[in-house]
């Protein structure tokens, strides 16, 4: 399978609104609610941030939401904080027991 | 709270074979899927596989031919061979848990094995 698309990079300014993409095909995205995405700030772990589309782990600021159309999935960050720069992956179920992840995406709150 | 913890050499030869084990604490192994995720440098994620505690593994085709995954219950451990290595498997390595919608919850920290002679 391929890895899911993502922007290189998207930009905000601190209390703005960023969408990032996730497209993939109708083999991943498109076929499974099993969409998940990840924080990862250099030189550490990536968090769960985003997991089923649309769901928030506990502890994980309400200011982060996902959503899916068809094969594209998108991670939405409202009231874009300093603290919010940082790589994005999404990452997809794609069928027979495997997964697959996005490129990446780098934020930069400016 | 569960933490993960990856060990093994940093430092690979190539067309040998990379062995990492991952140590579970702040709770069980069992009953969970477990999996190994690698960075490379300046690069995205790449999912190696998977192993749930009764032993059934799934692998990313792109590696399965190199890939084994194992599983000890009474460590609360679980372990990556990479066989044939090459230079481009030098990357950060992540052992992680793995739930059953496919997401990853725990993250080890990550440790960097780099391939070459």
């Known amino acids: 399978q391929s890895a899911l698309t993502q922007p290189a990079s998207v930009s905000g300014s601190p209390g703005q609104s960023i969408t990032i993409s996730c497209t993939g095909t109708s083999s991943d995205v498109g076929s499974y609610n099993l969409v998940s995405w990840y924080q990862q700030h250099p030189g550490k772990a990536p968090k769960l941030m985003i997991y089923?589309?649309?769901e928030r782990p506990s502890g994980v600021s309400n200011r982060f939401s996902g959503s899916k159309s068809g094969n594209t999935a998108s991670l939405t960050i409202s009231g874009l904080q300093a603290e919010d720069e940082a790589d994005y992956y999404c990452?997809?179920?794609?069928?027979?027991?495997?997964?697959?992840f996005g490129g990446g995406t780098k934020l930069t709150v400016l | 709270q569960v933490q993960l913890q990856e060990s093994g050499p940093g430092l690979v030869k190539p067309s040998e074979t990379l062995s990492l084990t991952c140590t579970v604490s702040g709770g069980s192994i069992s009953s969970y899927y477990w999996s190994w995720i690698r960075q490379p440098a300046g690069k995205g994620l790449e999912w190696i596989g998977r192993i749930y505690t009764s032993g059934s593994t799934n692998y990313n085709p792109s590696l399965k031919s190199r890939v084994t995954m194992s599983v000890d219950t009474s460590k609360n451990q679980f372990s990556l061979k990479l066989s044939s290595v090459t230079a481009a498997d030098t990357a950060v390595y992540y052992c992680?848990?793995?739930?059953?919608?496919?997401?990853?919850?725990?993250w080890g920290q990550g440790t960097l094995v780099t391939v070459s002679s």
């Open positions: 992680a848990r793995e739930k059953i919608a496919y997401y990853f919850d725990y």
């Open positions: 089923e589309v649309s």
């Open positions: 990452c997809s179920y794609a069928g027979s027991s495997a997964v697959v």
